[in-house]
């Protein structure tokens, strides 16, 4: 069996004819007969119901065709190896964070004019984990709440991964121009509890969520205050910048008031109890690729 065959197979289904799939592949009509018939030969099925209007494929055809075409995917992919050998790759992995994809995106126009492949996924805590335990991504970003952090980095080791902090942050009331609360300074537990909610995807790392954190320190009643949840960043924004629902998030996750009409109001007595960092693996370094792309984000918090 050739790939030659597949390739000619799936061609006639996929174009309807013969004739067609000649075109297509710049080759003759009957060469293309000759060829399947070849492959129904050596497979010992016939692939076609052949008749005065056309083809039609066969039961065992569409089994042929459903496998044929997976190979030849496949094959596609091997091929392309060899073209991505003199690329650079950056996976990443990060909670959703306007102020990230803005610093993603600057850091793309940057290297512009370099052969770079990038990967930018964004999800929960256990999600950037889950990526960086099963090496689809090389660094994850997250924010942790303090009370939570020793815990963290020990569920890391099981995983041969390391945590590296790049700023201490706090949790903050993010709110557009909609809210009653858009002017205040800092917010207290008795006026948070007046805000309907925009939440991200929780988990067990939710900074709202854990019950050492947030709901002892600052309760949120999730169940009657979270009126949206969603893992997109722009259902987040959108929702700030058209109603009155507010967002409670660490500033650096979340830190969209420098590009928007967005307000961050921090939450009373709660400074400094968000640790923003990376996750890497402890084995081996970072590519330079991805060590640049650490300091450019170090730099860029600076500023």
Same mark, same amino acid.
């Given at each position: 069996?050739?790939?030659?065959?597949?390739?000619?197979?799936?061609?006639?289904?996929?174009? &309807?004819?013969?004739?067609?799939?000649?075109?297509?592949?710049?080759?003759?009509?009957? =060469?293309?007969?000759?060829? #399947?018939?070849?492959?129904?030969?050596?497979?010992? %099925?016939?692939?076609?119901?052949?008749?005065?209007?056309?083809?039609?494929?066969?039961?065992?055809?569409?089994?042929?065709?459903?496998?044929?075409?997976?190979?030849?995917?496949?094959?596609?992919?091997?091929?392309?190896?060899?073209?991505?050998?003199?690329?650079?790759?950056?996976?990443?992995?990060?909670?959703?964070?306007?102020?990230?994809?803005?610093?993603?995106?600057?850091?793309?126009?940057?290297?512009?004019?370099?052969?770079?492949?990038?990967?930018?996924?964004?999800?929960?805590?256990?999600?950037?984990?889950? =990526?960086?335990?099963?090496?689809?991504?090389?660094?994850?970003?997250?924010? #942790?709440?303090?009370?939570?952090?020793?815990?963290?980095?020990?569920?890391?080791? =099981?995983?041969?991964?390391?945590?590296?902090?790049?700023?201490?942050?706090?949790?903050?009331?993010? /709110?557009?121009?909609?809210?009653?609360?858009?002017?205040?300074?800092? %917010?207290?537990?008795?006026?948070?509890?007046?805000?309907?909610? /925009?939440?991200?995807?929780?988990?067990?790392?939710?900074?709202?969520?854990?019950? &050492?954190?947030?709901?002892?320190?600052?309760? %949120?009643?999730?169940?009657?205050?979270?009126?949206?949840?969603?893992?997109?960043?722009?259902?987040?924004?959108?929702?700030?910048?058209?109603?009155?629902?507010?967002? /409670?998030?660490?500033?650096?996750?979340?830190?969209?008031?420098?590009?928007?009409?967005?307000?961050? %109001?921090?939450?009373?007595?709660?400074?400094?109890?968000?640790?923003?960092?990376?996750?890497?693996?402890?084995?081996?370094?970072?590519?330079?690729?991805?060590?640049?792309?650490?300091?450019?984000?170090?730099?860029?918090?600076?500023?």
């Amino acid at each position: 069996m050739k790939l030659k065959q597949l390739q000619f197979f799936v061609v006639s289904v996929d174009m &309807g004819s013969f004739k067609k799939a000649a075109e297509v592949l710049y080759t003759t009509q009957p =060469h293309i007969s000759k060829t #399947i018939k070849a492959l129904e030969q050596e497979l010992q %099925i016939e692939l076609f119901n052949r008749n005065a209007s056309g083809v039609t494929m066969t039961e065992e055809g569409k089994q042929v065709y459903a496998y044929a075409s997976s190979i030849l995917q496949q094959v596609d992919v091997i091929e392309k190896v060899g073209e991505k050998k003199n690329s650079r790759t950056l996976y990443i992995s990060s909670v959703p964070s306007s102020r990230l994809a803005s610093l993603f995106a600057r850091f793309c126009q940057l290297k512009k004019d370099e052969d770079i492949r990038y990967q930018f996924m964004e999800g929960t805590v256990e999600e950037i984990m889950w =990526h960086m335990h099963h090496r689809t991504s090389e660094i994850g970003f997250v924010c #942790i709440s303090q009370r939570q952090l020793s815990g963290f980095i020990h569920q890391l080791e =099981h995983k041969r991964l390391e945590f590296h902090l790049l700023k201490k942050t706090e949790p903050c009331l993010f /709110v557009g121009l909609q809210s009653p609360l858009y002017e205040a300074g800092t %917010i207290d537990p008795a006026a948070l509890a007046s805000v309907k909610l /925009v939440q991200f995807q929780e988990d067990f790392y939710s900074i709202s969520s854990h019950p &050492g954190h947030l709901k002892e320190d600052f309760p %949120i009643d999730q169940a009657d205050q979270t009126a949206v949840v969603t893992n997109s960043d722009n259902v987040v924004m959108s929702l700030l910048e058209h109603t009155e629902f507010g967002n /409670v998030s660490s500033r650096i996750a979340g830190d969209i008031s420098k590009m928007s009409q967005l307000r961050e %109001i921090p939450l009373a007595d709660a400074a400094d109890g968000i640790s923003f960092g990376y996750i890497k693996r402890k084995q081996g370094d970072l590519s330079p690729l991805a060590a640049e792309y650490i300091a450019y984000v170090k730099n860029e918090l600076k500023a």
